[in-house]
């Protein structure tokens, strides 16, 4: 079955993910956990809606006559690993736009009986890490032997509230980076400077998914993680007082820049900045083409990096975006 089935598909970013997998033209489906909210938006879509806890106590995952199954439900720390768990069981591929480093780790923990499963496990389909990941890759072949790879994100404008409560589980972590290949605490890693294309700002240590997506697309054995936040990024109040998430005007006035930058055995260096459009408008374009594509039959089973199984290519298949090498 050519069908996808996109969960948490009435919150800020699910609703349009799944108007773009209307317009995309997809074979899909929505779920999620609000009856009323799903019932509104599969009329406006004109496609089918099921409604689904994820509790020990709720029965089988309904995954029967799809073959991709499009998470955009967070926290991420609580949906993964149920529904990564009964994709294996049923034989469809995992897909979702998490920045948590925790469901990366999830996956990769559960990659091998994916595989036997010959169940695809690919999170961090949106903003987190199409960009990074695919720069990373793109990076790493230009330089011999590369050894060391920095990542900078530049996080502007207002947060969504689900957002802001990923964002409490990406602190949860704690700091981490990948030493010698493997991943260790940082609790004393330092800021460092970067330049997003207008002189250079301080940016903080933070545990992203790249950690262990770039590992996996890369074997670049040493990975530091950074974020400048400029704005109202990581507000203070109540994630329950913010609002859904940046208007329209909000999103076309905020573009979205990572720096991505690989260091070879021989001290050379290559750098470059990554822009695309707004975060939230570049995740439901790139979720909905790495549904499409994994459709087609893009998909390779266990724990799998968009960079690896999409291309190097692929974030800059996504309308808007600019490299600028530095």
């Not at 020990?56 to 991709?68: E, I, Q």
């Not at 990076?139 to 689900?162: D, E, F, K, N, T």
Request: glycine share 10%; charged share 15%.
């Amino acid at each position: 079955m050519s069908r996808v089935l996109i969960y948490g598909a009435t919150g800020y970013t699910g609703s349009m993910v799944a108007r773009q997998a209307r317009t995309a033209g997809l074979d899909f489906a929505i779920a999620g956990r609000d009856a009323q909210k799903l019932a509104a938006l599969a009329r406006e879509l004109g496609v089918s809606w099921s409604v689904f806890a994820l509790d020990a106590d709720a029965p089988t995952t309904p995954l029967a006559g799809f073959s991709v199954l499009l998470n955009c439900a967070g926290p991420f720390a609580r949906t993964a690993e149920p529904l990564m768990r009964a994709c294996i069981d049923a034989g469809v591929h995992y897909l979702d736009i998490t920045a948590e480093i925790n469901v990366y780790r999830l996956a990769e923990r559960l990659g091998a009986e994916a595989s036997r499963a010959g169940v695809m496990l690919l999170p961090g389909v949106g903003w987190d890490v199409v960009p990074t990941d695919c720069l990373a890759l793109q990076l790493s072949r230009r330089v011999a032997q590369p050894h060391s790879l920095r990542i900078a994100l530049q996080v502007a404008g207002s947060m969504s509230r689900g957002s802001a409560v990923s964002a409490g589980e990406i602190l949860g972590a704690g700091l981490m980076a990948r030493v010698d290949g493997a991943l260790v605490s940082t609790p004393a890693a330092a800021p460092a400077l970067f330049n997003f294309g207008d002189g250079e700002v301080a940016c903080a240590p933070l545990s992203f998914g790249d950690l262990v997506t770039a590992w996996h697309s890369t074997r670049i054995p040493n990975i530091a993680m950074f974020v400048n936040v400029t704005g109202t990024a990581f507000s203070a109040a109540d994630a329950a007082d913010l609002p859904d998430g940046p208007s329209p005007d909000e999103r076309n006035d905020q573009r979205a820049r990572a720096v991505v930058e690989v260091t070879g055995a021989d001290g050379a260096v290559a750098r470059a900045v990554i822009e695309t459009v707004n975060g939230y408008s570049y995740t439901p374009l790139a979720a909905v083409e790495a549904a499409r594509r994994v459709l087609k039959g893009e998909h390779r089973a266990g724990f799998e990096t968009p960079a690896r199984v999409l291309g190097a290519g692929f974030a800059q298949s996504i309308p808007g975006t600019l490299v600028a090498e530095s």
